[in-house]
């Protein structure tokens, strides 16, 4: 069956440190990835999306990278800040690439 | 530019009753997800629409639970005879039409803030 799996357990970093978070997938072929951002009682917002024939997809703090073989995205944000602190969920497209399928994502903690 | 929009933000019923959300999608945006996410856990889809058709609709119960996006006017997620396991919150999100865009053509989902429904 289908699986995309991000740890359940939370994150937690000091801040100015690198945080890294995995998602990981089995059974899909996906085009592309997508890392969200949500934070309580709101609704995801994009960050970033990194097509299958990339390696690695940076914006500003944040860096993303896929691995098509081993079938997992590492998302790093560097130099961490309190601010950063949420819940980011993965999430990959199914085959016919017009509907998204989210991990249950990873809640990062940055200490001040 | 508004974003997506949805109401009612927080919606009580009790079992038995029908709930109704809505969800009006970005300007110019024809592609419509609805997907529901219970306490602690990840986003679930539901359904996906177009104007006026139902895309995919793999994720939603097959009783008690209907989409529509009309030709006018807002999408409406409709849960008739909620139970107490329908509490979640049900998050809709647009995307603009294939070919059109600044993102890339199957990209980024815009979500709402969501309509937290709570069962009593």
């Known amino acids: 069956s289908q699986k995309i799996e991000q740890n359940s357990e939370a994150l937690n970093i000091q801040e100015g440190k690198t945080a890294t978070l995995t998602c990981n997938y089995t059974?899909?072929?996906?085009?592309?990835l997508q890392w969200y951002r949500q934070d309580p009682g709101r609704g995801p917002v994009f960050l970033l999306l990194?097509?299958?024939?990339?390696k690695e997809k940076r914006k500003e703090r944040l860096k993303v990278t896929f691995d098509t073989t081993l079938k997992q995205s590492l998302f790093h944000i560097t130099a961490s800040q309190p601010a950063d602190s949420a819940t980011y969920l993965c999430?990959?497209?199914?085959?016919?690439?017009?509907?998204?399928?989210f991990g249950g994502g990873t809640r990062l903690m940055v200490k001040p | 530019n508004a974003g997506v929009m949805q109401n009612p933000r927080h919606l009580v019923r009790r079992r038995g009753q029908e709930a109704r959300l809505r969800c009006s999608p970005m300007?110019?945006?024809?592609?419509v997800y609805w997907y529901r996410q219970l306490p602690e856990e990840g986003l679930k889809f539901m359904v996906y629409?177009?104007?006026?058709?139902?895309?995919?609709e793999s994720g939603m119960p097959k009783e008690r639970f209907s989409a529509e996006f009309p030709k006018e006017g807002p999408s409406i997620l409709r849960i008739q005879q909620v139970v107490r396991g329908d509490s979640a919150a049900y998050f809709c999100?647009?995307?603009?039409?294939?070919?059109?865009?600044?993102?890339?053509?199957?990209?980024?989902?815009?979500f709402g803030e969501g309509s937290r429904l709570t069962v009593l």
């Open positions: 990194i097509r299958e024939n990339e």
């Open positions: 999430a990959l497209d199914n085959n016919a690439g017009n509907m998204l399928t």
């Open positions: 999100a647009s995307s603009p039409p294939w070919g059109e865009h600044r993102y890339p053509v199957t990209g980024e989902l815009f």
């Open positions: 059974n899909y072929s996906p085009a592309y």
């Open positions: 629409l177009q104007k006026e058709n139902i895309i995919d």
């Open positions: 300007k110019g945006h024809s592609h």
